[in-house]
């Protein structure tokens, strides 16, 4: 690619949380960043974010786990902000519930968004990576890989994405391709507001009893991965490949 060219960034779920803020992040790193959420409608207030502060941003509304909207969101991406040569997997859901109440669809569901949906970007953008002979793939695990009461679904999704990363990292380094993978911990988004509200518990209460339990003493920042996404995505990180990085206050949350 040419040294002036503007890379292209695709971040899925971008529409809030972890998501809004790698791509405000990356935007800032000087990329362009095509956010890609459930909704065209929802990805607004993220790529005005960028814009207002001097980026440039494109929506597109694709369904991670629906291969033709996936096909379609990556073609539209390159047309109008380039190939994407960087991708954060990061659209996700819950679907918690403990094994003997969890349903067919929990199961499905939950693996659909998270694994399925992580094939269906990433394949999709590594043929623009190759052929930049450049390319920066992140998936979003989570400290729930290492099991969690109630997230069967989701600690299974999220253990599978950190073989999926390496698996990558194995077949696409020839190509300047690498791929890793971010564990957060405890992050203050509405994902957690949800899991709160499931267990009863006021967000404010439920984000001090975390706290407690982590050695940093606080819970994390959507910022917080952020920051880790920015050094994944960075040239001069081209010799991490294959790595799950945990990001949650300490060893384990
Ligand atoms: P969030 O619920 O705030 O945001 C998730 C976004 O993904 C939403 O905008 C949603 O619309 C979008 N999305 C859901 N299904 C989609 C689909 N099929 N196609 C496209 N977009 C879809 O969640 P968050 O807390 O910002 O989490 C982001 C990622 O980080 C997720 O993969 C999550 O599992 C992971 N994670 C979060 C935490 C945490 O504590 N918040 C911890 C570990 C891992």
């Known amino acids: 690619m040419s040294d002036h060219a503007q890379r292209v960034a695709i971040v899925t779920g971008a529409a809030r ?47 991670v786990s629906d291969s ?3 096909a379609a969101a990556v073609d539209a991406v390159a047309a109008e902000l380039g190939p994407p040569v960087v991708l954060v997997n990061n659209a996700g859901v819950l679907r918690d519930n403990l094994l003997f109440k969890m349903t067919d669809d929990d199961w499905d569901t939950v693996l659909g968004v998270h694994l399925r949906g992580s094939f269906l970007m ?21 400290s729930s890989a290492l099991g969690n009461r109630g997230q069967a679904n989701y600690s299974a999704a999220k253990a599978g994405l950190q073989g999926f990363t390496k698996t990558l990292a194995i077949e696409l380094g020839q190509f300047g391709v690498t791929a890793n993978a971010i564990a957060p911990g405890f992050i203050v988004t509405d994902m957690t507001a949800a899991t709160a509200a499931r267990v009863g518990m006021k967000f404010e209460d439920f984000q001090q009893a975390a ?16 920051h880790v996404a920015s050094f994944l995505a960075s040239e001069g990180a081209g010799f991490v490949s294959g790595q799950v990085v945990y990001v949650a206050g300490g060893p384990l949350c």
């Open 17 to 63: 949380g972890i998501g809004a803020a790698v791509a405000r992040r990356l935007a800032a790193d000087g990329l362009a960043v095509a956010v890609i959420d459930l909704k065209e409608g929802d990805c607004g207030a993220t790529v005005d974010a960028i814009t207002a502060a001097g980026g440039r941003a494109f929506a597109a509304g694709a369904d």
């Open 68 to 70: 033709a909207e996936v």
């Open 122 to 142: 990433s394949r999709a953008a590594q043929k623009h990576m190759v052929a930049q002979k450049f390319g920066r793939i992140i998936n979003l695990s989570s």
């Open 211 to 226: 706290a407690t339990r982590i050695p940093v003493r606080r819970v994390g920042r959507p910022d917080d991965i952020a």
